[in-house]
């Protein structure tokens, strides 16, 4: 890492003890940020670094609530609004046990790069709940979600912060947030959510965004080798929301997608995986992953266990952050593996991605691979405040449209920095510079 940036980054994690998935963060995007400092001195003077790495607001509160049993339940919420230089605060919310402060600045911070890639006026910022929705009825659900949005609702709005969905909050809670938006402003106020129903004000392919997204992504990645992904054996982490929509649109294209996984472990299916079962589990029972192997002939189930242990020529990590680690990448390097892009945000650790670059592997970082989901979200803004819907052909063109130019976008900036096909280097450059100079602009924020 450049020395001078480096001093700044020391003190950013002395400031921030604890928060592990942030340091991360904020480490691999300081190391490649050098060279922009070389040609653009303002930055350093303007410290431009120190205060993007401190969120211009963050939010902790108490979300109270009262269990099918009559019990009182107390959860922690968060909301981190991390930089606005491009547009109102703009992440999703994340309800899951493992959630906290250092977790959602980390996403937070990845956020801001990501939204600027999309070309959307959009800033970052990003929540959640250290909640654990597994197991709970739908009335424990809206009773949760109830408690969040009435301390929520006063930081967020259609101009100031606009939430959407993550790990655990999908359709669903977008739902009984905004009906409590609703109640407890009196407005119908659509662009204050994103990822909300088709008939009441959502935006068709939203929940298919992030998956086909990160799908055209690589097939841009690997159209750029002269490949396809007709063919190509992909293993998939994750079958939630982003996972399942990748694994249609890369069957779509010809792919194989031989296995997927949930916390407690994977499936097999060398057949392809059947996409309508899945969504069927899923989506609609809300089952386990150990149902799909019940319900299909000629699919193991493995209990534990890692999907990565398995071979694959293409991988699309899409559960969480930190679940493809150095050795996994090594393994699947020497087994075959051609391309790697990331549906979750940071899935691969930091030695992980090192191997990956290493090889020649090509390799398409979340913060632009998954950039389809947030920049969907900005199609829904922009729907909503047109009050118009648009088809699923036009919307799904749009999205191509952006992750295309994503990919151009990294491409060439990667190219202009010195280093061909270094896809981490040009999301990190080019989300940085734009965002650099609109908070110069802007004076001291
Ligand atoms: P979902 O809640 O729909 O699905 C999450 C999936 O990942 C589930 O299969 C879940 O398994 C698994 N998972 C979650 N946490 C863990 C864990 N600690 N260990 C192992 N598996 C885990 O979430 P999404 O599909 O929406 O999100 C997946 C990833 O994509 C996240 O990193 C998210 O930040 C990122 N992302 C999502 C976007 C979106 O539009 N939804 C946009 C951009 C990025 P189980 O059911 O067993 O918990």
């Not at 993007?52 to 009262?66: D, G, N």
């Not at 055209?216 to 399942?244: C, H, P, T, Y």
């Not at 930190?322 to 020497?334: I, M, P, S, T």
């Amino acid at each position: 890492m450049d020395a001078r940036l480096e001093v700044i980054r020391d003190t950013v994690l002395a400031r921030n003890p604890g928060e592990g998935e942030f340091h991360q963060a904020v480490t691999e995007v300081f190391e490649s940020l050098g060279p922009v400092h070389d040609r653009h001195p303002e930055f350093l003077e303007g410290a431009v670094l120190e205060r993007l790495c401190e969120p211009e607001r963050q939010i902790i509160f108490r979300v109270p609530w009262v269990d099918d049993a009559g019990r009182v339940q107390i959860n922690r919420g968060f909301r981190v609004e991390f930089n606005s230089a491009l547009g109102p605060f703009k992440g999703g919310l994340r309800f899951h046990p493992s959630v906290n402060l250092g977790i959602v600045k980390f996403l937070g911070f990845e956020q801001i790069f990501k939204n600027a890639l999309t070309g959307m006026p959009i800033g970052g910022g990003k929540g959640g709940s250290d909640f654990d929705p597994r197991g709970r009825s739908d009335a424990e659900i809206m009773r949760f979600c109830q408690s969040f949005m009435t301390e929520l609702y006063r930081h967020i709005g259609e101009y100031t912060d606009v939430p959407a969905g993550d790990i655990g909050v999908g359709g669903r809670e977008i739902g009984f947030l905004f009906g409590q938006y609703k109640r407890i402003t009196n407005r119908y106020e659509s662009g204050v959510l994103t990822g909300k129903g088709i008939s009441w004000g959502g935006s068709l392919v939203r929940p298919e965004a992030t998956g086909y997204g990160t799908v055209i992504f690589a097939a841009e990645m690997l159209k750029a080798r002269g490949q396809s992904f007709d063919g190509q054996r992909v293993v998939v982490s994750g079958s939630g929301n982003v996972a399942i929509n990748a694994i249609a649109k890369a069957q779509s294209l010809g792919a194989t997608v031989v296995a997927c996984s949930d916390s407690s472990g994977y499936v097999v299916d060398e057949a392809g995986i059947d996409v309508e079962l899945l969504r069927q589990i899923k989506e609609v029972e809300r089952g386990r992953l150990k149902e799909y192997a019940a319900r299909r002939s000629a699919v193991d189930y493995v209990d534990g266990g890692s999907v990565w242990d398995l071979d694959a020529t293409v991988a699309l990590p899409c559960a969480t952050q930190n679940e493809l680690d150095g050795e996994a990448a090594a393994r699947l390097v020497r087994n075959g593996l051609i391309a790697v892009a990331e549906g979750a945000n940071m899935p691969s650790t930091r030695e992980a991605v090192a191997v990956f670059q290493q090889a020649g592997t090509l390799f398409g970082p979340g913060k632009a691979a998954n950039a389809g989901g947030v920049a969907t979200s900005a199609l829904e803004m922009q729907q909503n405040a047109s009050r118009d819907s648009w088809s699923f052909a036009h919307t799904e063109d749009r999205l191509t449209e952006i992750m295309v130019g994503i990919h151009d976008r990294c491409a060439a900036t990667a190219e202009e920095y010195g280093d061909p096909g270094n896809y981490v280097l040009g999301a990190n450059i080019g989300g940085f510079v734009k965002v650099a100079d609109a908070m110069l602009a802007q004076g001291l924020i």
